[in-house]
């Protein structure tokens, strides 16, 4: 599985973040990135964005509370409004097979 996007509404420090993982040139996700920015810029924040929902949609959590991740306090995140994480995810044809019998174990 590759990122290939994420889009952050109201969670934590991001009101609206746009992040595109696909190199524009060479028309390709790669397999490694790296984040770099100052302390208290957001890094861990877009990490755990991405972390969140795949998190949720392969059964490891049931319920964002259930997020263990140190520094995340579930009850913090509401106070800015109702956030929204949306990924758009790239599956090899394996991984779909094995992300399809994971979520019927769900």
Known sequence: MKVESIRINNFKRFDNLEVSFKNQTLNTISDRFLVLGDNGTGKTT?????????????????????????????????????????????????????????????
């Open 46 to 106: 877009l990490l755990q964005a991405i972390a969140l929902p795949l998190a949720l949609a392969t059964c490891q959590i049931q319920r964002v509370t259930d997020f263990d991740w140190l520094g995340f306090l579930p009850g913090r995140y509401q106070r800015w409004g109702a956030p929204q994480i949306e990924l758009e995810v790239i599956f090899t044809p394996e991984e779909i097979a094995a992300t399809r019998a994971l979520f019927r174990a769900c």
